[in-house]
């Protein structure tokens, strides 16, 4: 029977040196003083053996470099090839393909498009779609001017202006409820459609006009494809308006810089029509019209016309039922996109 009572300091003594100087058992000591083997451990300090045993240091001992695996060298060119920045500091947005050609060119390691995007995915990369912006950083301080000066601009006496070109290719929504996959609408899109129609609007607070020019036009060679110059643009857009511009003095008409628009700005500066001049290039986020011209896709695209006829029908019938509180409330709305240009520092809102 092993006794339970406390163990006074010199048993416990003589139990430290038999477990530090003879490889007796835990067990067999127990057995000599007559006490259970928990209370061995305890006052031994020593659970396991081969934790008793002292690492003896002969010196100061150097540091084995860890020679990197062929894994972690190919991680870190694959991480530098990510990152890689051209000479003005913007990232050149390498894709898998082009990493794998760098690496066999490069360092002769030819490895699968598949091992690379693992890689990336490993180092904390994932693949995002790339938003399409029109607008460059050049542009950004032009943007940032032009909405401080129009800031306080009276937006219902804005009128905005711009050019469209309709196909008979279904720009509709993409997806659409059914019950059965085989009942769904089919989204025709092909290269060359049968049907192209250009037109011209101008929108302004309880104002709106639409121009559909013709498909072709006569020359002394023939019937040639219609291309609007400066004198049509004239003709046919600026002179039908010209008269609701003069009726009120402080209406402000807008137009972007394309080509045939200079003889437009001398056309209305002759009448005295005010005009905004420095309109910033590529700033579709900027121009209410742009927003009209996305619905009118849609909603010309639910005609599914497969002629050009039947696509100036429904171009005519949906600019129609375009709603007047609808086109007030996106030009009233100009504000707000300055605004948002201005926060963002002339970057696309």
Known sequence: MTRE??????????????????????????????????????????????????????????????????????????????????????????????????????????????TVIRDLHALGFSSFVRPKVCCLPVDHARRLAFCKDHVATDCSKLVFSDEKIFNTNNHGYRQEWNCLRSETTQRVQTRWPAGRVMVWGAVGFNFRHLVVFPATKNSSDGPQAYRLTGPAYVRRCLMPIVGHLERDPTLIFQQDGAGCHSNGKRYLAGKKINMITNWPARSPDLSPIETIWSELAVSVAGHHAETREELVAAIVLEWSKLETARINSLVLGFRSRVSKVIKNDGKMS
Request: net charge positive; hydrophobic share 30%; with cysteine.
């Open 5 to 114: 009572s406390r163990i006074s300091d010199r048993e416990a003594r003589a139990i430290r040196n038999l477990r530090r100087c003879t490889r007796f058992s835990i067990r067999k000591i127990a057995g000599i003083f007559g006490l259970a083997s928990s209370v061995v451990c305890r006052v031994g300090k020593i659970v396991d053996p081969a934790q008793n045993r002292k690492k003896q240091i002969v010196g100061p001992t150097k540091k084995k470099k860890k020679t990197p695996s062929p894994l972690e060298k190919r991680r870190k060119l694959v991480l530098f090839y990510a990152t890689e920045k051209d000479e003005t500091g913007e990232r050149k947005y390498p894709t898998a393909k082009c990493i794998v050609a760098r690496l066999a060119k490069g360092h002769g390691t030819v490895v699968h498009k598949n």
